[in-house]
């Protein structure tokens, strides 16, 4: 188990989970990112912005 970085809920990580991988936590809602592996390394994921087409 890993640990929401927002709000320190359990958050269940994949055993064939990748680097990039988007997760959402089941009790904040938060957009998580795995960013490590062995140990699972969990950031919050960065907000993606509207393109425009400029």
Do not use: F, H, R, Y
Not at 22 to 44: H, I, M, N
Not at 45 to 54: L, M, N, S
């Amino acid at each position: 188990m890993n640990e929401c970085v927002v709000c320190g809920a359990a958050v269940t990580v994949a055993d064939d989970a990748v680097i990039g991988e988007l997760l959402e936590c089941p009790e904040c809602g938060s957009e998580l990112e795995v960013t490590g592996l062995k140990p699972v390394v969990l950031s919050e994921a960065p907000e993606t912005e509207e393109d425009w087409g400029q």
